[in-house]
Nanobody, 134 residues
Framework: EVQLVESGGGLVQAGGSLRLSCVVS????????????IGWFRQAPGKEREGLTC????????YYADSVKGRFTISSDNAKNTVYLQMNNLKPEDTAVYYC???????????????????????WGKGTLVTVSS
């Protein structure tokens, strides 16, 4: 069974930083023929889930939504089966539950370049809460 587990959320003051982790288990690179990505999303209370960034694990390509370019950085440690989200200069509007997802189409969903809704992505974590105080 594929599992994604996020961690690293918490309470931080505006201007601060956090690093989130997404540990993947029960999955091998042979799944999907090795063509898949892992993405980060967030959902604030009363708002739609928003795609933030993704990484293609086969070649390390990364993509970012305009809302987080320059502040958030995605990276991966394949030996640890972990994808990270480094978040800097956090703002109160970054307060949300942050999720990671794994799927071959996660990057087009993050970037909004496909009609596939986020709900159809194959694997999701349960999320980690980030609260940014002003």
């Amino acid at each position: 069974e594929v599992q994604l587990v996020e961690s690293g959320g918490g309470l931080v003051q505006a201007g601060g930083s956090l690093r989130l982790s997404c540990v993947v288990s029960g999955f091998t690179s042979h799944n999907y023929g090795g063509n898949y990505g892992i993405g980060w999303f967030r959902q604030a209370p009363g708002k739609e889930r928003e795609g933030l960034t993704c990484i293609i694990t086969s070649d390390g390509s990364t993509y970012y939504a305009d809302s987080v370019k320059g502040r958030f950085t995605i990276s991966s440690d394949n030996a640890k089966n972990t994808v990270y989200l480094q978040m800097n200069n956090l703002k109160p509007e970054d307060t949300a539950v942050y999720y990671c997802a794994l799927d071959p189409t996660v990057c087009p969903v993050v970037l909004g370049s496909t009609a596939v809704p986020y709900s159809e992505l194959d694997h999701w974590g349960k999320g980690t809460l980030v609260t940014v105080s002003s």
